[in-house]
């Protein structure tokens, strides 16, 4: 893939990792990419690099454009090694004058690459670096969106945003920017990127957008260093993330379970048509075949969630004690809770789950459902109750 270009003299060189299927426990099912941008000015930067065992990409297509040596300045928005694994083969084959990052950025190059003598320039939040008379940068610090070292880069004259690890998406294409590609593919990957990123940093997610628009720092093009950069319409990706990071709901159930020998499962189905009564639109999201990454992104959106699963060994299933431990990691806010499950001869399952829900700071409409074995008809009117239970505080809720 030969590099793409942004605006006059501002370059995609990065790489796109069609093999990826799991990052970190996030199911990466359409690939990802490592985005690096090389501006070319009197002096010359790259922002970003990429993850190892891509370093030969980004040098061949740097070397289309110019030679790396003429490199100046290295900008490494965010030191996790998808986007600094190529970094020390970069800083051997261009000598960079400066490694611009912020003070954070500093402290973590160091602990990842054990080189205290590179050639760091820690950058304070606004100050600008002039490249030429047409390119002039600017940082805006971005700590713990997602990791304590973030920034992002903002090129004042041409008004695009390197924004590090937001607004992306893993998504490997031969396309490079949003307005090439399918927009339900697109949204559907950004909404799994917050999902499983971002979400417990909603709180200073909402901060930035508060920020950059007292700013009034007019963005033009978004160009993340995961997914498509954003030209047509960057406003879609920020609308996207005001929505998500104040917990908005759009007033739809999930009923989340795992079932041993499908009484649980029936107890779900039952549960459904309770929420089906109320006029409430559900997702049945059984933990064995739905990756716990991909029902996070329905989990952000979501105005109820209810839990299911059996006791065993007087505990959870796994998948479901592996998924609440996934999800209170992320921790979620402004929902609906409720829990249910079959149980032998103890019980504990609900318990646990309202338990989970209730850390969360979930509001739990219901004690908690169990049923002793196999249920009968008067039980699974019991989930039908539980349904219309969730789906008229849903309701309420709606018309709060």
């Known amino acids: 893939m030969r590099p793409v270009e942004l605006r006059k003299n501002i ?14 426990g996030y199911s990466t099912e359409r690939g990802t990419t490592y985005n690096a941008y090389l501006i070319v000015g009197e002096k010359v930067a790259l922002i ?21 040596k003429k490199i100046d300045y290295l900008i490494v928005n965010h030191v996790e090694m998808d986007h600094s694994g190529a970094l020390p083969q970069m800083v051997r084959e261009i000598q960079p004058e400066k490694i611009i990052c912020s003070k954070m950025g500093q402290k973590t190059l160091v602990q990842h690459f054990h080189q205290p003598d590179w050639p760091y ?3 304070a939040p606004g100050e600008e670096l002039r490249l030429g008379p047409d390119k002039t940068l600017s940082f805006l610090e971005t700590r713990m969106l997602h990791w304590p070292d973030s920034m992002f880069t903002y090129l004042k004259e041409d008004q695009i945003l390197f924004s590090s690890d937001a607004f992306g998406e893993h998504l490997a294409t031969s396309e490079r920017f949003d307005d090439e590609v399918n927009q339900d593919v697109l949204m559907h990957e950004a909404t799994k990127y917050y999902a499983n990123i971002l979400t417990l940093y909603s709180p200073l997610v909402k901060k930035l957008i508060a920020q950059v628009t007292d700013m009034h720092l007019a963005v033009k093009m978004i160009a993340p260093d995961h997914g498509v950069i954003w030209r047509k319409n960057p406003q879609k990706i920020i609308d996207a993330y005001s929505r998500w990071c104040v917990n908005e709901s759009n007033g739809k159930a999930l009923i989340i379970y795992d079932s041993m020998w499908h009484s649980t499962e029936m107890m779900a189905k039952s549960i459904a048509t309770g929420l089906q009564d109320k006029g409430i639109s559900y997702k049945l999201l059984n933990l064995q075949v739905n990756h716990h990454s991909e029902v996070m992104c329905d989990v952000l959106e979501a105005g109820a969630v ?16 592996g998924f609440l431990m996934y999800m209170r990691g992320l921790r979620p806010t402004n929902k609906i809770g409720a829990a249910f499950g079959s149980y032998g001869w103890s019980g504990e399952a609900v318990k646990l789950m309202n338990t989970a829900m209730s850390e969360m700071n979930f509001r739990l409409v219901h004690p908690g459902l169990r049923v002793q074995y196999v249920p009968e008809h008067g039980h699974l009117q019991e989930c039908v109750e539980l349904g219309h239970t969730v789906g008229q505080a849903l309701l309420d809720a709606k018309a709060a």
């Open 11 to 24: 370059y995609w060189v990065g790489a796109v990792d069609w093999l990826t299927r799991d990052f970190h």
């Open 121 to 123: 320039h820690v950058v």
């Open 306 to 321: 209810v839990l299911g699963c059996p006791t065993l060994n007087n505990g959870m299933l796994p998948r479901m004690a």
């Open 48 to 68: 970003d690099t990429v993850k190892s065992g891509y370093s030969h990409e980004l040098l061949h297509r740097i070397r289309t454009i110019i030679d790396p």
